[in-house]
């Protein structure tokens, strides 16, 4: 059954994504979805995490209305009801949270949204999103490149560990040219480190450990920063390098950073240690 559902029992909202046809929004929903109980009694799951789709450009009831109603259409669509901004007055659809299916509370709780983590001290819907204004770099044109790069990838990135991200070229220390290795320029020392998670207390905790890793000379024309991402793209989709992030020497160029069997090594370790709860 679709309700009317009052916007001011909607709480934690924040956008989590923008299309062509509008933009979705996290949110925790007070009242909560319908459920039936042993077969009989009706209930509600209380503070229950969902969506709220606004549609772009429909401001009217009769085009909201109209809009709704392809939507119902689609398939495998659910709606649980219909609310209205109090700030703006625009109508919205209220939806199943896209990653519910996922949400453990083994996993944690997600310090934005209040919901339960999609997997260990990460949350798929507000977390992607929040590592991409980490981006930063000096060079415009480059920045927005690289954050264009990242908004393709995020939603692909589906743990702590496995985020790439931007690395100031100070936090590597320790350089080392590698000879006889073609792709690979220098070892460093990566001071802020892995990210690894750690099970402390009886709950996940994101953490650092202080790294060697590998850097590699990207060897592209300063002008030509659409080859960059070509390049960073291709070592991403051929997974023969785990690659942590992107630096750039302000003296030579702009480099991924990644390690190779010393990651590995340290999945192994985290893996066991996960394995052995308190």
Same mark, same amino acid.
């Given at each position: 059954?679709?309700?009317?559902?009052?916007? +001011?029992?909607?709480?934690?909202?924040?956008?989590?994504?923008?299309?062509?046809?509008?933009?979705?929004?996290?949110?925790?929903?007070?009242?909560?979805?319908?459920?039936?109980?042993?077969?009989?009694?009706?209930?509600?799951?209380? =503070?229950?995490?969902?969506?709220?789709?606004?549609?772009?450009?429909?401001?009217?009831?009769?085009?909201?209305?109209? *809009? =709704? &109603?392809?939507?119902?259409?689609?398939? *495998?669509?659910?709606?649980?009801?219909?609310?209205?901004?109090?700030?703006?007055?625009? %109508?919205?659809?209220?939806?199943?949270?896209?990653?519910?299916?996922?949400?453990?509370?083994?996993?944690?709780?997600?310090? %934005?949204?209040?919901?339960?983590?999609?997997?260990?001290?990460?949350?798929?819907?507000?977390?992607?999103?929040?590592?991409?204004? *980490?981006? &930063?770099?000096?060079?415009? +044109?480059?920045?927005?490149?690289?954050? +264009?790069?990242?908004? *393709?990838?995020?939603? $692909?990135?589906?743990?702590?560990?496995?985020?790439?991200?931007?690395?100031?070229?100070?936090?590597?220390?320790?350089?080392?040219?590698?000879?006889?290795?073609?792709?690979?320029?220098?070892?460093?020392?990566?001071?802020?480190?892995?990210?690894?998670?750690?099970?402390?207390?009886?709950?996940?905790?994101?953490?650092?450990?202080?790294?060697?890793?590998?850097?590699?000379?990207?060897?592209?024309?300063?002008?030509?920063?659409?080859?960059?991402?070509?390049?960073?793209?291709?070592?991403?989709?051929?997974?023969?390098?785990?690659?942590?992030?992107? &630096?750039?020497? &302000?003296?030579?160029?702009?480099?991924?950073?990644?390690?190779?069997?010393?990651?590995?090594?340290?999945?192994?370790?985290? $893996?066991?240690?996960?394995?052995? $709860?308190?």
């Amino acid at each position: 059954m679709i309700e009317w559902i009052p916007f +001011e029992r909607l709480i934690n909202l924040q956008k989590i994504r923008e299309y062509e046809s509008g933009t979705i929004f996290m949110a925790t929903w007070l009242d909560g979805i319908r459920v039936i109980k042993d077969g009989i009694a009706q209930s509600r799951n209380e =503070l229950c995490g969902v969506n709220i789709k606004i549609l772009r450009g429909i401001r009217t009831c009769d085009l909201f209305i109209k *809009e =709704l &109603t392809n939507y119902m259409k689609q398939k *495998e669509s659910v709606v649980y009801g219909i609310t209205q901004s109090t700030k703006t007055n625009r %109508y919205a659809i209220v939806i199943p949270d896209e990653f519910n299916s996922r949400r453990k509370n083994s996993n944690g709780v997600c310090k %934005y949204c209040k919901n339960y983590n999609t997997s260990p001290a990460w949350c798929q819907s507000c977390d992607p999103w929040r590592e991409e204004l *980490e981006w &930063t770099n000096e060079n415009k +044109e480059i920045n927005n490149l690289i954050k +264009e790069f990242i908004k *393709e990838y995020k939603l $692909k990135t589906t743990e702590y560990e496995k985020v790439i991200e931007w690395i100031p070229f100070n936090e590597l220390t320790n350089l080392q040219e590698i000879k006889g290795v073609s792709d690979l320029a220098f070892m460093a020392t990566w001071d802020k480190g892995v990210r690894t998670i750690k099970y402390q207390s009886g709950e996940y905790i994101r953490s650092r450990t202080t790294s060697s890793v590998d850097i590699m000379n990207l060897n592209y024309s300063q002008t030509n920063t659409l080859k960059l991402l070509e390049i960073v793209k291709f070592h991403i989709q051929s997974e023969e390098y785990r690659i942590h992030g992107i &630096t750039q020497n &302000t003296e030579i160029d702009i480099t991924p950073v990644q390690s190779g069997a010393n990651y590995v090594t340290l999945q192994k370790w985290y $893996k066991k240690q996960v394995a052995i $709860k308190p």
